[in-house]
Structures are given as structure tokens and as C-alpha cells.
């Protein structure tokens, strides 16, 4: 009896472990630990764990959501390429693939429902696991190593390496590294851009529109009162508007009518309704996209279009996203509704409103939702444009400033960027005048509505370093952040586009599994082999430096010394050396006499050579065709006492 007594409970305990096991693996419990976890299943987020398993990670790619692919499978078709020779390595084999499905060599424009194929695809073709419907809910550190995250739902991944790829910066904000977000003053960081904008670019309303209502005191909907004392250049924690690039088709065959919100209130509308009912405005229903008729949609493949803002009121709710950065996640589904709420709003509202002129509401009549997307979610995106959110605060900042101050980092280089610092308007103010205004807006005596944010300006061709991606080192030792880099709100503007992301999202996994191999627990991620990394991304295709066109630096000038003799001017004569720390511009050459920035100086501006003074007026000039070295002879007397002087050139050193 106590034989088959003990044979029972063994069996029983056996079958207790076979269903405890059963429930953790229906449940998703993760037992095993990671070499690297990458948290956010965004376009960036899958190069980042394709590239590091392509090196021989154990990689898990948590997805908050249950659609891959980020913005590029939720509606941007339309990708915001800048110049495309910027695009290579692993961004520019999805394009490929994107091309191959119709029939071209390269296709930057894309379905969403092809680019979700793509990328699936693609994480099908690797060791990565796919884990999804996984928000992060809490992180576990020993000192600032990061050992594990929790989720929602209580599963637990461990990791070696832990990537944030998400837009929000989830994951790095519950690991305790410095972030923020909105706008920087223009004088944090020494930027035009930043901060609190006087001037805008584009989707400005041109003419004056009271926003106010019959009392000419309640404001209309749609607007905000300006904040008192608001200055150019000042701080705040607004951010640029978010919206759905939704598909919409003309046609017939492929429409879904575009939806009514059951909260629609024709009410809400009535800026919108005394904007475009403005004859001048009403008659131009066909305006480009990015003009004054609130549509913009740019094609993409077969026969449909990428429909995102164009003009003073369009797709862009515009600050409706201030709070949804540091939002918890409850916080975040009301705004991602309210955002929907007013698209489809203002989507019903120009196809039917009967104030609009007809040709305006044919033209929005024409259109509808393309019926083969986003099929599980009634033809609507499951993922709203967060255009910025948070970002890591690093021991270096990305602002607008770096492209131009270093637009190469040689090994240092993780890719390259070229498109705009772009961000859509923050704010729509209701200004009783220009004075409350700061004097912006269009030339009208009374009230209107003014657009306040919007950037559009290029930095040109540059170079993406390493360092962007890191936190400081006393915060987080293993985590990497290539969604919500260490960049200020302009220079972020710039990073934030798809391929970008794609690129930095590659760059990641290669430094992942580069520290993933280390074996020690000390290891900063920061300290890893720039020189590897730059090694293996080159073997992966990844264009840097010269290959994206970017020339490299200036090389410095040669250290010379010249004997200057025979000046009528007392105190010009003597030696004079090359001094880099007082030239006006790199690589232009610039010598002062026995080393004293005090002193006579030999230059050359506007075309012609200089011996002068810095506290007093030209003394002697030079016309030498020679941009690098100034002449020995033809000098003249340009506003000193003659005679002129000769120059002899006695010593060189550092010669290119």
C-alpha cells in the first residue's frame, strides 16, 4: 500500500509540474535569459534584432502591440527619404525587397500591408522570437546593469543587452535614464529652431479667421489662448502635432466609405467651417499637397494614397499630444481615441458639411478608405503617428547644430541622415490681436487664428555617431535607445523619419551582440569597439562618412612662419605663425605675429590679404591669387605709413 501510495504522489506531483508547465507556456512565462531584448517591434526594432541575430544573439523582440513594423506597416507610405543615397545596409535591402514586389529595382513607397508581409518575412528567416502584446510594465537593475523587464501581463525576460526601440522611450524611462520632452529653449543648446516659434514655414492660415465665437470672448474649439509672457525661443512641453497616415484610394473597387464618429458634433468645427467657406480658399479644392485645401496625400503604390497634413487645419490634431509622452498606458488609449475621433471628424466634416462649396466636398467625396488595408481594424491604423515623444537626455545632445559642426565621425559613424528638421505645429492660438502675438500672423487689425511650431528646414547630408544611442554610464550600462535617441527637440526632427530609424535600428543589434559576447558584468556598453562596430556595419552594407556623399573634413593647415620686414609702420615687422585657434573658419589660414592674438595679423578676407590689428584699421593689403599662402611681394599701403612690406617665408612643419 505505501508502494503504490508513493507511486501516486510521485504521479501526482509529476502531473502537478506537466500542468504548471502547461499554464506558464499558455501564459508566455519566459524562463530563458536573452543576449539581447529589444522592446518595441517598430521598424528599428526589427533590423535591431535581425542585425544582432545575425551575429549569434539569442534575441527576443517584445512587441507592445500585435502589428509589426511600426509607422512603416501603420499608413506612412509615403517614406521620408531626403536623398536616398543615405539609405543602404539593411533600410535599403527592405526597400529592395519592398521593389522586387513590383517588379522594380528599389521601392521607398510602400503598402502597408506589403511592408508587414516584408517584415515578417524577414523575422521568419531568423532565430529571433517574437513575443507580442507585451508592454512593459516594470524593469529589474543591479546597480545600472539592467538584469530584466516585466510586462503587463507578469512574464519576465531576462537579458545580457536590452534595446528600446519604441517611440515612446517605455522601457528607458522605467530603467531610470534622464529623458525629456517638448521643446528646449533656443539657448540651451544654442539653437535658432528651438523653443517657442515666431514664424512658421508652412500650414499657416495666410488670412485672418476669428477664433472666437458670436461674443468675440469664448474661444472656438480647435484653439488655445496664448501663454502669457511666451517669448521666441522660450521652453516648453509642448509637442509637435501627431495624426493616422490613413490609406485612402479613389477607387470604387477598393473604397470603404469614410467613417461618421458617433461623437461627431458639427459644432466643433466652425474654425475649420470659416476657413475653408473664405472664397479664396473655397476655389482652390485642388491646391498641391501642403497647400491651403487640407488634403495632402501622396501616392504610393497601386492606386493609392499616403494622406497626411496639408495646410492650417488638416489631419494633424493639433495640440492634442502634449500630455501623451510621460501618459500611463490607460492615459495613452484616450488620446490615441481622441485622435481618431478627430481625423474621421474632420474626414466627415469636408466630404459633408453643408456650408463647404460642393467642388471642396467632391473632392473629399472622391476619396474613401482602401478596403484590402488594415482589414482587422475597420480599414483604420492600430498605430497612431507619434512624431516625437520622449527623449534620452546623454551625456551628448544631438541638436541642430551637429549635423553642420561635425557632419562626419569617421569610425565613430553608425549611418547617415538627410532630411529636414521637421516638426508640424504645436499649438494653434486664438490672438485677440498681433500684439498678443508677438506681432505673427497674418496683417489684420482684429482677431485670427495663428499655427505656432512648425520647422522645415535641411541640415544637408551628415553623419549619425555612435553616441546618440547611449545613456550616460552612471544610469544604464547595457541599454541602448535607438527610437528616443539622445537628441534636443529640433535635432530629433531630423533623426525621426522611418529610415533613419531602420538604419539606427541595425546599428543597435551590431552593438548589441557585440556586448552581448562580453563576459564581464562591469562592461559598459558605451566602452564598446567603435572600430568593430564600424567593421561589421560596413560588412552589413551600412553607408557612412564618404558613402553618403559627405566630404571629408579639411585637412589643417600647414604650420608656417613668415619674416615680415621692411614696414613704414612701426611694431609690423617681425615673424609671424600660423595660429588654427584664431582662424574664422576651418582651414583657412591665419597667422599672427610672435604668437600674441593681440598683436599684427596676416589674413585673408574677401578676396585679398590683410596685415592688421585687431583694435585698429588695415594696414597693408595683398592681392595674391595664392587662398593658402600670402604673398611675399605686392603689398600695399592701405591705410598705414609706407613703405610697404616684404614678406619671406622661413619655416613649415605639418605640411599636407
Known amino acids: 500500500l505505501e508502494s503504490k501510495m508513493a507511486t501516486l504522489t510521485t504521479l501526482t506531483a509529476l502531473l502537478y509540474c506537466l500542468v504548471s508547465f502547461s499554464i506558464a507556456i499558455q501564459q508566455g512565462v519566459q524562463s530563458d535569459e536573452y543576449d539581447v531584448v529589444v522592446y518595441g517591434a517598430t521598424s528599428g526594432g526589427i533590423m535591431a534584432a535581425v542585425a544582432a541575430s545575425k551575429l549569434g544573439s539569442k534575441v527576443a523582440l517584445l512587441d507592445p502591440g500585435h502589428r509589426i513594423g511600426g509607422m512603416t506597416t501603420g499608413g506612412l507610405g509615403k517614406t521620408d527619404v531626403g536623398n536616398p543615397q543615405v539609405i543602404g545596409g539593411m533600410a535599403l535591402q527592405f526597400y529592395k525587397m519592398n521593389g522586387a514586389h513590383y517588379n522594380k529595382s528599389v521601392e521607398y513607397d510602400v503598402e502597408a500591408s506589403v511592408a508587414l ?32 523587464l516585466t510586462t503587463v501581463d507578469g512574464r519576465t525576460f531576462l537579458g545580457k543587452t536590452f534595446v528600446d526601440a519604441s517611440y515612446e522611450g517605455d522601457l528607458m524611462a522605467r530603467s ?59 521652453a ?28 461627431y458634433d458639427p459644432a466643433y468645427w466652425e474654425l475649420a467651417r470659416r476657413y475653408f467657406t473664405i472664397p479664396e480658399i473655397a476655389s482652390k479644392a485642388n491646391a498641391p499637397c501642403g497647400n491651403v485645401a487640407g488634403y495632402c496625400g501622396g501616392s504610393i503604390p497601386n492606386n493609392k494614397q499616403d494622406l497626411n497634413n496639408g495646410g492650417p487645419i488638416s489631419t494633424d490634431f493639433v495640440g492634442g499630444a502634449h500630455n501623451y509622452p510621460d501618459a500611463n498606458y490607460s492615459e495613452r488609449e484616450q488620446i490615441f481615441q481622441a485622435h481618431k475621433d478627430y481625423m474621421q471628424g474632420f474626414l466627415w466634416f469636408m466630404s459633408n458639411d453643408e456650408a463647404l462649396s460642393p467642388a471642396l466636398k467632391a473632392k473629399f467625396q472622391s476619396f474613401g478608405l482602401c478596403k484590402d488595408e488594415f482589414v482587422d481594424s475597420d480599414n483604420w491604423p492600430t498605430q497612431m503617428y507619434v512624431r516625437e515623444a520622449r527623449r534620452m537626455v546623454g551625456d551628448k545632445i544631438f541638436t541642430q547644430n551637429t549635423p553642420s559642426e561635425t557632419r562626419t565621425w569617421g569610425n565613430a559613424s553608425i549611418g547617415c541622415g538627410s532630411y529636414n528638421f521637421d516638426s508640424h505645429t504645436a499649438e494653434r492660438l486664438a490672438c485677440a490681436s498681433s500684439l498678443e502675438c508677438n506681432g505673427v500672423g497674418p496683417k489684420a487689425s482684429g482677431a485670427y487664428a495663428w499655427n505656432e511650431g512648425d520647422v522645415e528646414t535641411g541640415p544637408g547630408i551628415y553623419d549619425i555617431p555612435i553616441w546618440v544611442l547611449f545613456p550616460k554610464k552612471e544610469e544604464a550600462i547595457n541599454l541602448l535607445v535607438g527610437a528616443s535617441p539622445s537628441a534636443s527637440h529640433i535635432g530629433m526632427s531630423t533623426l525621426r523619419m522611418e529610415p533613419q530609424f531602420m538604419i539606427m535600428g541595425q546599428s543597435v543589434g551590431v552593438i548589441s551582440a557585440i556586448y552581448a559576447m562580453n563576459k564581464s558584468d562591469s562592461a559598459l556598453i558605451q566602452d564598446v569597439d567603435v572600430d568593430a562596430v564600424h567593421s561589421h556595419l560596413l560588412q552589413q552594407g551600412q553607408l557612412m562618412g564618404a558613402a553618403c556623399g559627405i566630404a571629408p ?30 582662424q574664422r573658419d576651418p582651414g583657412e589660414p591665419f597667422l ?65
Open 176 to 234: 531610470g535614464v534622464s529623458y525629456t520632452y517638448g521643446r528646449e529653449s533656443s539657448s540651451q543648446y544654442n539653437e535658432s529652431l528651438n523653443g517657442y516659434r515666431d514664424s512658421n514655414e508652412g500650414h499657416e492660415f495666410g488670412v485672418a479667421v476669428n477664433p472666437f465665437a458670436a461674443d468675440n470672448k469664448t474661444l472656438l474649439p480647435m484653439v488655445v489662448a496664448p501663454t502669457p509672457n511666451m517669448t521666441v525661443g522660450m
Open 236 to 263: 516648453d512641453k509642448k509637442v509637435q502635432s501627431y495624426n493616422f497616415r490613413v490609406c485612402v484610394t479613389t477607387n470604387k473597387d477598393n473604397q470603404v466609405p469614410f467613417p461618421k464618429p458617433a461623437n
Open 592 to 656: 599672427t605675429k610672435d604668437g600674441d592674438p593681440g598683436a599684427y595679423q596676416i589674413y585673408r578676407i574677401k578676396g585679398k590679404w590683410r596685415i592688421a590689428k585687431s583694435s585698429v584699421a588695415v594696414y597693408y593689403e595683398a592681392s595674391g591669387l595664392n587662398q593658402m599662402q600670402p604673398p611675399t611681394t605686392g603689398w600695399v599701403v592701405a591705410n598705414g605709413t609706407a613703405p610697404a612690406p616684404t614678406l619671406k617665408r622661413v619655416a613649415i612643419v605639418n605640411s599636407q
Open 117 to 148: 508581409a516584408l517584415f515578417e518575412k524577414i523575422i521568419k528567416g531568423t532565430t529571433v522570437t517574437l513575443v507580442q502584446n507585451a508592454l512593459v510594465a516594470s524593469v529589474q537593475k543591479s546597480g545600472p546593469r539592467l538584469t530584466s
Open 553 to 582: 573634413p579639411a585637412p589643417p593647415p600647414p604650420i608656417e612662419t613668415y619674416m615680415v620686414n621692411g614696414a613704414g609702420m612701426n611694431g609690423v615687422n617681425g615673424n609671424y605663425t600660423t595660429d588654427p585657434s584664431q
